[in-house]
């Protein structure tokens, strides 16, 4: 369950950038290392109790990413335009920058916090940590703070807009700033991985190649649920994440070979994925 929900709040981030911006930012993992790199630090600093350390950590690193999102659109995605293979390009050179930069500022050695919520709890005769209970808490309390977000004027928008990101003329025309709206939605895209990581981190520690970890099978629930599809990512986030714990513990290592045949039958029955449109290149 919180593998799944680290998959869906990542995915969510890249389909709402792709689905809004329509640029496939291949460096979106990479913020959620920032994340996890920035949350882990200011747990290691901060003197206000395991607790508070770990959501002032969750809560500077969702800035901090959101802010490096931003930046990153308006000094390079902006500028590259809608260029498919320099969008491509340039977004393996941002994920680049991010890794070696967290290598610069906080090391390469691999992060592994102290518990802040130690005990377990007892459900249906299994034993079930305290602490993943509330990480699948704050994934959902995310989850939601995202979707009231998307019911506001900012929301409906980064819809308008997202019915045809290339050429927005019937969102421009109701008086859509376009070039606001694609800052915002990275912003928002960037920040939500970047909380992932902080949310994670108490679980799965953290280091500066974590991205790379993910990034293959984040894309791939994008393409599986549909470029900028906000809920295909939310489904095959969850079936991946679910697939992944549970088909290692019955089927063994061998469980990915199986997940990547079906996959590629979904992607061969359905190119343009679940819910979503083929992305214009």
């Not at 709402?16 to 994340?35: E, K, Q, S």
């Not at 770990?54 to 659109?73: D, H, K, P, S, T």
């Not at 293979?85 to 340039?90: E, G, I, P, Q």
């Not at 912003?187 to 939500?192: P, T």
Request: hydrophobic content about 60%.
């Amino acid at each position: 369950m919180v593998l799944a929900g680290v998959y869906i709040l990542v995915a969510v981030g890249l389909a709402l950038v792709m689905g809004t911006t329509d640029l496939l930012n291949l460096a979106h993992a990479d913020f959620y290392m920032l994340g996890a790199m920035v949350a882990a630090e200011i747990y290691t600093v901060a003197h206000y109790g395991n607790q508070l350390n770990w959501l002032l950590g969750i809560l500077i690193a969702l800035i901090i990413a959101g802010a490096f999102g931003g930046l990153c659109y308006w000094l390079v995605f902006k500028p590259v335009g809608n260029d498919f293979l320099a969008v491509l390009v340039t977004s393996l050179a941002v994920g680049m920058i991010l890794v070696q930069g967290s290598i610069l500022v906080f090391g390469e050695k691999d992060i592994f916090l102290q518990n802040p919520i130690p005990g377990t709890l007892s459900i249906f005769a299994a034993q079930i940590t305290l602490l993943k209970i509330v990480v699948v808490v704050l994934a959902l309390a995310t989850m939601m703070g995202l979707f009231l977000l998307l019911k506001t004027k900012v929301g409906k928008a980064m819809r308008a807009i997202g019915e045809n990101p290339i050429n927005p003329v019937a969102a421009l025309l109701q008086g859509v700033d376009a070039g606001r709206i694609f800052l915002i939605s990275m912003i928002i895209g960037c920040g939500l991985a970047g909380a992932t990581g902080g949310i994670v981190i108490a679980l799965f520690g953290a280091d500066p190649h974590m991205g790379e970890y993910i990034l293959l099978k984040v894309l791939l629930i994008v393409m599986v649920g549909g470029f900028g599809s906000i809920k295909g990512a939310i489904l095959v986030g969850f079936v991946m994440g679910m697939a992944e714990s549970l088909g290692y513990h019955f089927v063994g290592p061998n469980y990915i070979i199986i997940l990547l045949a079906i996959v590629g039958l979904l992607t061969y029955l359905r190119p343009a994925g679940l819910f979503g449109r083929v992305p214009e290149i």
